[in-house]
């Protein structure tokens, strides 16, 4: 046993390489993007696991998928709503007989930090019906992600590990052992539960369905799910969940007497401690972070009239974080006094893009392109230039999600709108907007697509786009956009003019257009300069 200081998400980085793992696969996001930048170092250092980036959340599943497939441990990591993009072969794997065990490790954003969404992935493992594990701290995301592989290989299903934000970013001591070594490379022994045919997938799901009995048996013994009763005390009892128990058990010194408690942080639900507690108690109040998805379960399995207390029935906050203190309301504490906060009358700032950022040279040159019309419809999409919506700039007008500008701006060209510019970043291009663009390809649809190419992933700390810069033309040109409307530019404060001509121009030719701005982020501008003084 040694000691290290780990964010939650390199407790699972660690945890995943003890447990042997041969390869990782992720897309960076917010806040899982530290997972994937430990295992990258480890594997630069040690020469192992392969540790990559991909283009999306969906190939990267896929890849993990392949590495199971040839009997070895696979990881991938992703935000929450690269789930979303992930969705098929996720879905998909639960019903595969998973040979080499496969954790798919999505970190939730409760409070929206950094994402344009709350979603609960427990949901997710739940659609699926796999297991999902939640931990509460650093200690338990190094041993659940351990035991996660473990679970993988016992009932052949995929495992999802659930981290939240506070989680995925805050350091602790973590214990940590030896690693174990990678599994032999051995094909999957029935290569036909893995062709998803009709014939064979029902039969899949049919073993899938026969497992539940045993997950929600292991589930039920699991040391992670604790429940403690006070045969003395029967007014209320507490469930919590992953986070929440945290901040439950910093306002249990105030509770007297204390309430029976479970805590559930290995999925599915365990029903018959549930169903203990329920019995003992006159009242259920239920913490956890993230959507009600335990209190909407146990709704469905107590008999009515215990009382429960939850997001549903408003006493706990159902928008954003929980905190120490805003359950203590619902647990009949008072409401703490804030002291020591001193409130200045300072002027709102909203976030910038960084002083001498190419977007905003592009930015510039968009708005006067777009100058000319009286009205104009410019979707956008994630990445450090949805700060293109603020002003000053007020260039772009949506950010639903990856990949979606180009998409949306086809369909409102479809619709009769005239002028539409879809504006996109290099990676979110290559994430999901090269299919949607395949679409306006074939139907030469009359937008102008205007690709932010900065060289790197800026967002999430620099990471290195799928493809070099200099071959996202060839792409472009490669799924058949007319090359005279092709062009690449360099974005500066000295070509405003002459860009913003160009953008023109293009938004005035009857169909499918592409500008291609390059200039690196400044940040990783910079980061490269400090490299090569170095080198
Ligand atoms: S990190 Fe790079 S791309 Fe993002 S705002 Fe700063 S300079 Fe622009």
């Not at 998400?9 to 530290?34: L, N, Q």
């Not at 064979?200 to 026969?210: P, R």
């Not at 990445?383 to 086809?410: D, F």
Request: aromatic share 6%; with cysteine; glycine share 6%.
């Amino acid at each position: 046993m040694s000691e290290m200081v780990l964010l939650g998400d390199e407790a699972v980085a660690m945890g995943a390489i003890h447990a042997g793992i041969t390869a990782a696969y992720a897309y960076p996001g917010t806040p899982s993007t530290e997972i994937m930048e430990f295992l990258i170092r480890y594997s630069q250092k040690n020469k192992k696991p392969v540790a990559q980036w991909c283009a999306n959340e969906k190939t990267a599943y896929e890849g993990a998928l392949g590495v199971s497939f040839a009997g070895r441990r696979a990881m991938v990591s992703m935000k929450h709503v690269g789930l979303n993009v992930a969705a098929d072969p996720f879905m998909n794997s639960a019903i595969v007989n998973i040979h080499g065990g496969l954790v798919v490790v999505v970190a939730d954003d409760p409070g929206m930090h950094s994402s344009q969404n709350e979603q609960d992935s427990r949901y997710f493992a739940d659609f699926a019906r796999i297991i999902c594990l939640e931990p509460t701290n650093q200690q338990e995301a190094y041993e659940m992600t351990k035991e996660a592989f473990e679970l993988s290989e016992r009932f052949h299903i995929p495992v999802m590990i659930r981290l939240v934000t506070r989680l995925a970013h805050s350091r602790a001591v973590v214990q940590v052992d030896g690693q174990r070594e990678e599994n032999p490379l051995q094909k999957v022994p029935n290569p036909n539960s893995w062709i998803l045919l009709p014939s064979n997938a029902k039969k899949q799901w049919h073993e899938l369905l026969e497992i539940q009995k045993e997950l929600e048996k292991h589930s039920e013994a699991s040391s992670y799910n604790t429940l403690e009763l006070n045969p003395d005390f029967k007014d209320f009892g507490v469930i919590t969940t992953g986070l929440a128990r945290n901040y439950y058990l910093e306002n249990l010194p105030e509770l007297d007497p204390k309430p029976s408690h479970l805590h559930i942080s290995h999925y599915p639900i365990p029903v018959e401690k549930v169903r203990a507690l329920a019995n003992h108690v006159k009242k259920l109040i239920i913490l956890e972070e993230g959507y009600p998805f335990v209190e909407r379960f146990i709704r469905g399995i107590l008999p009515l009239p215990l009382e429960i207390q939850g997001k549903i029935t408003g006493e706990v906050p159902a928008e954003g974080e929980l905190t120490p203190d805003n359950i203590r309301p619902v647990l009949g504490l008072k409401v703490r006094e804030r002291r020591g906060v001193v409130h200045f009358n300072l002027p709102n700032r909203p976030p910038q893009l960084c002083p001498g950022c190419p977007h905003a040279d592009t930015f510039m040159s968009l708005k006067k392109a777009m100058a000319e019309f009286q009205k104009t419809m410019v979707t956008s999409d994630i990445g450090c230039y949805t700060l293109g919506a603020l002003p000053p700039y007020n260039a772009i007008e949506s950010t639903v999600n990856m990949g979606a500008s180009v998409g949306m701006a086809k369909g409102a060209a479809d619709a009769g709108f005239y002028p539409v510019v879809a504006v996109i970043g290099d990676s979110t291009f290559l994430h999901s907007g090269v299919t949607p663009l395949m679409d306006a390809v074939a139907h030469n649809t009359n937008m102008t697509l205007i690709i932010l190419d900065n060289e790197t992933v800026g967002m999430t700390g620099g990471q290195p786009t799928i493809l070099p810069y200099s071959r996202l033309k060839d792409v472009v040109l490669g799924i058949g956009v007319d090359p005279a409307h092709v062009h690449v530019v360099t974005t500066h404060r000295k070509f405003i003019d002459q860009n913003a001509q160009l953008i023109l121009d293009e938004v005035k030719y009857n169909g499918l257009s592409v500008v291609i701005a390059v200039r690196e982020c400044v940040e990783t501008a910079k980061r490269h300069k400090k490299e090569q003084k170095k080198a």
